[in-house]
């Protein structure tokens, strides 16, 4: 794992922020897999898929996403509207010359990859999304309103601790209880976050008190490179997705998105995660049956961490699907 760092690059996207990413280039007329990762994470999270793709010829790109590890940082958070990012994503690939390229996102890389088939569908032969599936975009509904319908739709709130995470004090208080916050983040038992995260005001109670609890192993991995590069850089940048999901501005962006593409006319690939408490298949499988109509839907018997807890089954998975699409 450590030696993929040694092939990450630099480049300066269209609007001045320096991207760190892995780059490998396609052989043999493979196709070009984006990787994008989520919160809190970091390119190196893909190390199981980067190597399983690229010893099959796979072309890879793997960005450190904006406000994390060696890419750049700005604080304020209007910076992270998706559409950037997408447009960020894309720089990206026009300078290694990519044409033929699929992106997978996981958890708010998903919700990138969202807007990768909203402004760039014509970019991309397909869309994969693990974890969190496709998201149409919202124009209209606040924070609020999207809490009561998770509430009535799954039968409790999900996303409570997107208030805590979009605090101003959030940045500041995580690193002073670091153990208990990825304690948190990667529990073991999966379970916990019903109660220790979903409920609005619960994750602050259990980071600020210094709860623990067992963490899953499959993460220890990439653990010792999440603690250097996020003592180094800080949690204001990765928070940012947190403040822009709860802002208006968030849903001016999305006015932005043409109509047409609200329906994801390539083919999808939606990974589900059956333990996963937040990010609920039915919520992701509801989505890609209105809006997807060429979708590939699996389950995989895990929690959210799923490139990393179940990366043989994830890896093959993605395999048979993109032999699909390009056969």
Request: hydrophobic share 40%; glycine share 6%; net charge negative.
């Amino acid at each position: 794992m450590e030696s993929l760092l040694s092939h990450f690059k630099q480049f300066k996207v269209s609007r001045g922020f320096n991207y760190r990413y892995f780059f490998s280039p396609a052989t043999s007329g493979k196709p070009t897999l984006l990787f994008i990762h989520g919160f809190p994470s970091l390119a190196i999270d893909w190390h199981h898929q980067i190597t399983f793709f690229k010893a099959k010829g796979y072309g890879i790109v793997v960005p450190d996403m904006l406000g994390y590890g060696g890419t750049d940082k700005p604080e304020e958070y209007t910076e992270y509207l998706h559409s950037l990012l997408a447009q960020d994503l894309v720089d990206i690939l026009d300078h290694e010359e990519v044409t033929n390229a699929i992106a997978i996102g996981h958890d708010w890389g998903a919700r990138t990859n969202s807007s990768l088939a909203h402004f760039h569908p014509d970019r991309f032969i397909g869309f994969g999304f693990l974890a969190v599936g496709y998201t149409a975009p919202n124009t209209s509904v606040t924070y609020d309103e999207l809490q009561a319908q998770m509430t009535q739709f799954i039968g409790y709130n999900p996303y409570g601790y997107w208030e805590f995470f979009a605090s101003p004090d959030a940045a500041e208080t995580i690193p002073k209880h670091i153990e208990s916050f990825w304690d948190l983040l990667q529990a073991k038992d999966t379970r916990l976050w019903r109660h220790n995260m979903c409920p609005p005001g619960a994750t602050r109670v259990f980071v600020e008190s210094d709860t623990r609890t067992p963490r899953d192993p499959a993460l220890a991995q990439v653990q010792k490179i999440h603690d250097k590069e996020f003592a180094k850089g800080g949690f204001r940048g990765p928070l940012n997705y947190y403040r822009v999901a709860i802002s208006a501005e968030e849903l001016e962006d999305a006015k932005k998105a043409p109509l047409e593409n609200y329906i994801v006319q390539k083919p999808v690939y939606l990974g589900c995660t059956e333990r996963d408490e937040i990010c609920v298949p039915i919520i992701a499988q509801t989505a890609a049956r209105q809006f997807c109509p060429q979708a590939t839907i699996e389950t995989f018997d895990t929690g959210h961490w799923v490139l990393l807890d179940v990366p043989n089954d994830v890896n093959l998975a993605l395999e048979k699907w993109i032999n699909s699409i390009i056969a």
